[in-house]
């Protein structure tokens, strides 16, 4: 974020348009795909000599983490696919996959068609039945911790 020339051979800092009759200063920036200099017109209130695409306008949002938490608070509006509450669905969900493993090693389950779709994460197969018994030892103290109801 300098006003430094790129290292690109035929790198330039002006950029003569309307047929030869206007001379501006021409965006520095530098396609990541290509390797060329943007060919737009750095706007003249730039600091860092870029167009609008490419931060021209030198505001990139808040750099704070109180102006980043205000900006995040500003954006959610119910928390419900927050980092929290989307783990906290995960967990819930695995549970859930996992008392179905129990449900089918205990017998109580006589058909072995699966629950289908995507397994969170954080699941864990129960296959027998000390995984059965390393459940219940788990879920016991992950109800002594207790974050999250499920
Ligand atoms: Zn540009």
């Given at each position: 974020?300098?006003?430094?020339?790129?290292?690109t051979?035929?790198?330039?800092?002006?950029?003569?348009?309307?047929?030869g009759?206007?001379?501006?200063?021409?965006?520095?920036?530098?396609?990541?795909?290509?390797?060329?200099?943007?060919?737009?017109?750095?706007?003249?209130?730039?600091?860092?000599?870029?167009?609008?695409f490419?931060?021209?306008?030198?505001?990139?949002?808040?750099?704070?983490?109180?102006?980043?938490?205000?900006?995040?608070?500003?954006?959610?509006?119910?928390?419900?696919?927050?980092?929290?509450?989307?783990?906290?669905?995960?967990?819930?969900?695995?549970?859930?996959?996992?008392?179905?493993?129990?449900?089918?090693?205990?017998?109580?389950?006589?058909?072995?068609?699966?629950?289908?779709?995507?397994?969170?994460?954080?699941?864990?197969?129960?296959?027998?039945?000390?995984?059965?018994?390393?459940?219940?030892?788990?879920?016991?103290?992950?109800?002594?911790?207790?974050?999250?109801?499920?």
């Amino acid at each position: 974020m300098s006003s430094m020339p790129p290292s690109t051979t035929n790198y330039s800092a002006l950029l003569i348009t309307a047929g030869g009759r206007l001379v501006c200063a021409r965006c520095t920036a530098k396609s990541k795909r290509t390797g060329e200099q943007c060919g737009r017109p750095a706007l003249k209130a730039s600091k860092n000599q870029k167009c609008e695409f490419h931060g021209g306008r030198g505001n990139s949002g808040p750099k704070t983490p109180k102006g980043k938490a205000r900006a995040a608070a500003a954006h959610t509006k119910t928390g419900e696919f927050s980092k929290a509450a989307r783990e906290a669905h995960a967990r819930a969900s695995a549970r859930l996959l996992r008392l179905e493993d129990a449900a089918i090693v205990l017998g109580l389950i006589t058909d072995t068609r699966r629950s289908p779709g995507r397994k969170p994460n954080c699941y864990v197969q129960v296959k027998d039945l000390a995984g059965v018994a390393q459940m219940m030892v788990d879920d016991v103290l992950h109800r002594v911790g207790g974050s999250d109801g499920g």
